[in-house]
Structure formats: structure tokens, C-alpha cells
């Protein structure tokens, strides 16, 4: 017989510092002496949003504004099945304070490493660190791709993949590459690397794997930064859970203008497939920016894409 799961509402708050409020669970209560991102039960009467605000009020003392989902994480202990519904929000009243006894700390997102959180926790830990979009470099030139680079930039877009398929000639590939490496590091942006290029992949930078290439490993690669991956339809999704891939693009969400007869996913399917697995997930193919809302409201990490962000 299925367990019946516990709904839990769970929040990331942000203050202006951008700092993250994590609380810890008391030594007798489950999982006891690891920290969380404060929450609790949702009653069989509130919606996940009135549940968070119940629960901040009562748990750390402040009020809970507008907040958005984050992501949805089911997850099954030895003694219990728990649905964690994240959600987000900057938009908060009053002090955290620990109203049952309990530690509380601000934590900037790439500390959380270094506290102990319950199994669960950990795709929670990798959506509350990645951004709203992902920016995909692409161009026919040094000079395109540079140009481009500025532009993705200007908008404050901190994770980008080095894809470069469409340059020519090859041979300035491994010259631009270390280009726009110094340009990343300095505007402090995560570069990715398209794993399907023949070029040598840094220590200091993560890797984007093709669907095939996933499908044809059975481990998480070992590199230093963000690996991310390219899927379409839900058993890659599930293998890049599996093997402990850091978030997805699902692609194609919608008609896009290189190939508007080729299938697509539609809002609907991303949504049911993104509710499956427990990863972030951006959305990819035929949306502008202001698909951003939809994207979160269908349970995504956010928008990819490579002309989204330079047209």
C-alpha cells in the first residue's frame, strides 16, 4: 500500500542582501539537528501560500508577502513519504527570530553547502543557487559572439553556455573560449561548457550535456562547476535525475522560428513532466521574457535560449 505523502509548505526567503533564512530542527524531532528552510504541514484547508505565511509567523516571527513555486520535491524516508512545495520570495515584514527555541542564521545560497540538510533538502539547495535564466552563447563570428556576450551581460544574466556550434572557422574556438572565460569571471557569471564541442573543458567551469550524451553515462561527470543538461521527453529527465545532474532544459516548449513544424511539449506537458522528477528545470524553445511568469507557475526554474536574449 502507497503511504500517503506529507504536503509540506516550504519557503526560501531572501533578504536585501540576498542572504537565505535556514532554521534547525530540534534533536528529538525528525531529522533532528539538521538545518531546513523553515516551513511546515498544509492543513487540508489552506493553500500552500496561507500555510507558508502561517508557519513563518509562528516558526521565525516574520510576514510573508507575494512569493512564487520554486520547485516541488517528493521524497520517501524509511518512515515516511514527504511532497516539499518551495516556494520564493524576497517580500517580508519583521525579524527572524527562532520562536520555538530553534537556530536561525541568513545564509548566503553558496554556503549552504556547509551545513548539513536533510536528503530532500539537496535539489531544494540547487534551485534556491541557480538563477532565473540561462543564456545560451551562440554566433557566426568572433565578433557576433562577443557582441552577444555584451548584450546577456547588460541584462545581469549570471549562468551562461559556450555552445559556439554556428562559429567559424573552428579554429578561433579555444582562442574565444578563454575570451569570453575572463569576460564571465569578471561580471561573475557561471559559464557551462557545450559538451559537444571539441574543446578542452576547464577545471574551474561546468559542462551542458546533449540528450545523447546523457543517456549514454551512467554517473554524474566530475568537473568543478554546474552541469546541466539538454532533455526531451521524460525518460531523460529521469536519467538526469538519476545520476545527479544539476538541472535540465526541456525543450521545445513551444514553435520556435528555425523549426516552427517540428512538435512541441506545450505549458501543459512540461508542467506534468517537471512534477515528476525532483530537479530544476528551465524551459526552452519558441518563448520571450515574459514567459518567465508561466515558466514558474508551470513548476520551472526559470527560461533558457539563445536569441531570448540578444533579439
Known sequence: MTRPALHVAVGIVRNPQGDILISQRHADAHQGGLWEFPGGKVEAHESVLTALRREFQEEVGIEIGQARPLIKICHSYPDRDVLLDVWQTTDFTGTAQGL?????????????????????????????????????????????????????????IG??????????PEQDLADLYRTVSEICHSHAVNLLVNADLQLAISANHGIHLSARQLMAIQHRPRVHGWIGASCHNLAELRQAEHIGIDF????????????????TLGWQRFAEWVEQINLPVYALGGLNQSALSTAFAAGGQGIAGIRLFVE
Open 159 to 168: 549562468l551562461l553556455q559556450f555552445r559556439a556550434k554556428t562559429l567559424m
Open 248 to 263: 535540465a532544459v526541456l525543450a521545445p516548449v513551444l514553435p520556435t522560428a528555425t523549426h516552427p513544424d517540428a512538435p
Open 100 to 156: 520555538e527555541g530553534q537556530a536561525v542564521q541568513w545564509i548566503a545560497p553558496e554556503r549552504l553547502g556547509d551545513f548539513n540538510f536533510p536528503a530532500a533538502n539537496r535539489p531544494i539547495i540547487r534551485a534556491a543557487c541557480l538563477p532565473e535564466r540561462y543564456a545560451i552563447l551562440e554566433g557566426r563570428s568572433r565578433r557576433e559572439m562577443l557582441d552577444n556576450l555584451d548584450k546577456i551581460i547588460a541584462q545581469g
